[in-house]
């Protein structure tokens, strides 16, 4: 299997993961929650769309004013395939899919 050209790397350790922290301030604007991940010296963008939302279990058919209320235990939810794709993120910003949540 060849590694992605959008990765850094293709392996993530505990040490690449600890090091990633999510700003409190999560953000819903009805097509995708945004949240923004700081790793040493940067700043990463990380969306969320609405398809991965609903992807998750217990969210599966959720409003947007459900997603709203909800977004901090989305994110919570999501944080370790977050922190994995943070940790191999190349560019500034990243977009969790469905299929990575598999």
Not at 28 to 47: F, H, M, N, P, Y
Not at 61 to 73: F, G, K
Request: proline share 6%; net charge neutral.
């Amino acid at each position: 299997m060849e590694p992605r050209s959008d990765l850094a790397s293709p392996w993530i350790t505990r040490n690449n993961v600890a090091h990633i922290q999510l700003e409190n301030e999560i953000q819903w604007d009805g097509k995708c929650i945004t949240v923004w991940a700081l790793t040493e010296g940067r700043r990463i963008k990380c969306e969320i769309p609405r398809a991965t939302v609903h992807s998750l279990p217990l969210f599966s058919d959720s409003l947007a004013r459900e997603i709203a209320r909800d977004r901090a235990e989305i994110v919570d939810r999501l944080r370790p395939i977050l922190f994995a794709k943070v940790a191999l993120a190349k560019g500034d910003n990243i977009e969790l899919h469905p299929h990575d949540l598999l």
